[in-house]
């Protein structure tokens, strides 16, 4: 039982580069969400899915796009980076009957 | 929308003293709320909920927190400080949807 695991856990990309975060959980946990944590402003809140083929925006998605096929799997995709999205992002799980969320290790990225 | 301030960036206290990390919340109906933990380089990892019940609720390691209704508080304490207790320190709050909302984090550090 892995939990979270989140891939790659260090990146470096160029302005406009695309990659894909991704993010996958062994739990058969239904709510699966993308967050970002920045200096002193605590982890907000990109995208989410209450379950496979339903997503939704959170507090900041500008710039982010997520889809969710599988229970297992939800990728996080930026489409053209920009320094701005520098941060260390983290995948997060739960089931629909806890409360709690269960998080990746993260994923360091930089863009210059 | 619902939202989290921790008031303190920083909190330090001596090792064996009580220590208090403050959190207050704003949501509309019933809270859930959480305290987690980050030790470096390392994801979140979850202390304690309250739900509903008991105000005073117990998690790992020996925190507690306490849920004031009147105060919208949630302040996480510990009897007993530890040099390993020394991380950063979040509480969240989350309404019926899946949209948790995290404040900016409290660095806690015990010294010797």
């Known amino acids: 039982n892995a939990g979270v695991t989140q891939t790659p856990k260090f990146q470096v990309l160029k302005t406009g580069q695309s990659m894909t975060l991704q993010c996958a959980q062994d739990?058969?946990?239904?709510?699966m969400s993308w967050y970002r944590q920045d200096p002193g402003m605590g982890l907000r809140l990109i995208h989410y899915?209450?379950?496979?083929?339903?997503?939704d925006q959170g507090e900041v998605p500008n710039g982010y796009n997520v889809s969710r096929s599988t229970t297992e799997d939800f990728p996080l995709r930026l489409l053209s980076a920009a320094p701005s999205q520098t941060s260390v992002y983290f995948c997060?799980?739960?089931?629909?009957?806890?409360?709690?969320?269960?998080f990746g290790q993260g994923t360091r990225l930089t863009v210059v | 929308a619902q939202s989290v301030a921790q008031p303190e960036d920083q909190v330090n206290v001596a090792e064996g003293n009580p220590l208090t990390v403050k959190c207050t919340y704003s949501?509309?109906?019933?809270?859930?709320l959480f305290w987690y933990v980050q030790y470096p380089n390392r994801g979140l990892q979850f202390l304690l909920k309250?739900?509903?019940?008991?105000?005073l609720v117990k998690g790992s390691y020996g925190f507690e927190a306490e849920f004031n209704k009147s105060q919208t508080s949630f302040h996480l304490k510990k009897p007993s400080a530890l040099v390993s207790d020394s991380a950063l320190y979040f509480c969240?709050?989350?309404?019926?949807?899946?949209?948790?909302?995290f404040g900016a984090g409290t660095r806690l550090t015990v010294k010797p």
């Open positions: 997060a799980s739960r089931d629909r009957w806890n409360t709690e969320a269960f």
């Open positions: 899915s209450v379950g496979a083929g339903i997503t």
């Open positions: 949501v509309s109906g019933n809270p859930y």
């Open positions: 739990m058969n946990h239904e709510y």
């Open positions: 969240a709050v989350r309404a019926n949807n899946n949209d948790m909302r």
């Open positions: 309250y739900i509903t019940g008991d105000n």
